[in-house]
């Protein structure tokens, strides 16, 4: 079936340093991959989204890599700051669909 | 410029009874979905409406239903709770034909005991 799955439950970061969240993913129908930010207490927050057809993309601060070979997706977080503590996710959403498929999530601390 | 709001934050029921949970969109959008998180798990997809209309539902029983309102507002209904379904409910709003960004609320805790 379909699945979106995260490598690390937990990544813990110095403040400053940069944050790698990956993810991997089994439905290889899908035309976008985002990535969303969850802080306790609120719902998902958009971060960024990529799709299917690019390698990468750039944010504020943020980069998404995505490896269609391996089926793998990564979220870059340049100068990590405490505000960016928070869970992440990714999420797929299939081609013709507009529901997104999530994964279970990765809780970036950050420690000053 | 509103966000997404769900009502109500917190509910608790028993097992059996019937539950409806609300939910109104960010300004100028008109596609609502509704998703189920479970602790520590991401969330799950229910279903999405549009034009007042179920238009995609994920692999959930027919004890969950929904209905969207001409202002484009939207309940969750759910009935003969379970223990299994107290979750966090949220709601999203998009822009049918706009960006992949979907606006969550910040969704209503629902504990069945």
């Known amino acids: 079936g379909e699945s979106v799955g995260l490598h690390l439950p937990t990544l813990s970061v110095q403040e400053g340093d940069n944050s790698i969240i990956n993810c991997a993913y089994s439905n290889s129908a899908s035309d976008y991959f985002i990535w969303y930010k969850q802080e306790s207490g609120k719902g998902p927050q958009f971060i960024i989204d990529i799709r299917s057809n690019m390698d990468k993309r750039q944010g504020q601060r943020v980069t998404v890599l995505l490896n269609k070979t391996v089926k793998h997706l990564s979220l870059q977080i340049a100068a990590t700051q405490p505000g960016d503590s928070a869970v992440y996710f990714c999420a797929e959403k299939p081609y013709n669909t507009d529901k997104l498929i999530f994964g279970t999530g990765t809780r970036l601390q950050v420690f000053p | 410029d509103a966000g997404v709001t769900q009502s109500p934050t917190h509910l608790i029921k028993t097992r059996g009874q019937q539950v409806t949970l609300r939910c109104s969109p960010k300004?100028?959008?008109?596609?609502v979905s509704w998703y189920q998180q479970a602790l520590g798990q991401g969330p799950q997809f229910i279903f999405q409406y549009y034009e007042e209309e179920e238009r995609q539902r994920g692999n959930f029983p027919d004890r969950f239903s929904g209905h969207q309102y001409p202002n484009y507002s939207s309940e969750l209904n759910v009935n003969a709770l379970l223990l299994g379904d107290s979750a966090l409910y949220l709601c999203?709003?998009?822009?049918?034909?706009?960006?992949?960004?979907?606006?969550f609320g910040p969704g209503t805790r629902l504990t069945v005991l």
């Open positions: 300004s100028g959008h008109d596609t």
């Open positions: 999203a709003s998009s822009l049918a034909g706009g960006t992949n960004e979907q606006f």
